[in-house]
C-alpha cells in the first residue's frame, strides 16, 4: 500500500480572532505541496479542523486519479485532539447517524467542516488514519506547519492594516 503523510496545524490570534492554517504533504521523502492560508474572526479549533479539509481535498484532487490496485494510506499528523479524537474514536459516525448531534444534545460547533470531512474521509482511493502528535516538542514537519500557520495569520493582520491605512 503507498502511504502518504500529511501534517497539519492550526492557529489562532486570540480565540476567536484571526487565524491561519498550513498542512505539507509527503510521499515518501518528497514533498508534495505545502499550503497555508488564513480568515478573519474565526477560532483555534476551526482553523486545526480546516487545515485537515483542506489538506485532504489536496490529497484526493492531487493523487486521486493517479491508477492504484490498492487503496492509498494516508496518515493525517495533528496536534489537535478537537480533530483525531472525532475520528479515531469513532464519534464522526455517531454524529452523523445521529443527526449531528452530540451524546449530550448539543449540536456539533464547525458543523459544515465536520460533515466535508466525514464525506471526504469516505473516498474509495485512500485510507486514512489520523495520528496525534505532541505540539512544539521538536517534530520538524509539526514546526513547520506551526509556523507557517503563524505566518498566515501575521500576512493576514498586514494585509488588514494596509487596507485600513488606505481608507483614511
Avoid at 96 to 104: A, C, H, L, V
Wanted: hydrophobic share 35%.
Amino acid at each position: 500500500m503507498e502511504k502518504i503523510e500529511v501534517h497539519t496545524d492550526g492557529a489562532c490570534s486570540g480565540n476567536p480572532g484571526n487565524g491561519g492554517y498550513a498542512f505539507i504533504i509527503l510521499k515518501g521523502e518528497k514533498e508534495i505541496l505545502k499550503l497555508s492560508g488564513s480568515q478573519e474572526n474565526t477560532t483555534n479549533n476551526y482553523m486545526e479542523l480546516k487545515a485537515i479539509v483542506r489538506a485532504i481535498e489536496h490529497v484526493i484532487s492531487e493523487l486521486g486519479s493517479i491508477p492504484t490496485k490498492n487503496k492509498m494510506e494516508v496518515f493525517i499528523h495533528s496536534d489537535s485532539a478537537y480533530c483525531i479524537n472525532p475520528v479515531e474514536k469513532g464519534w464522526i459516525k455517531f454524529w452523523e447517524s445521529n443527526g449531528w448531534i452530540s451524546r449530550t444534545g448539543e449540536p456539533i460547533k464547525n458543523l459544515e467542516l465536520w460533515i466535508k470531512l466525514n464525506s471526504l474521509l469516505k473516498h474509495r482511493k485512500f485510507k486514512f488514519k489520523f495520528v496525534k502528535v505532541k505540539g512544539h516538542s521538536g517534530n520538524h514537519y509539526n514546526e513547520m506547519v506551526d509556523k507557517a500557520a503563524k505566518n498566515a495569520i501575521n500576512r493576514l493582520n498586514r494585509e488588514l492594516f494596509a487596507s485600513k491605512g488606505a481608507k483614511k
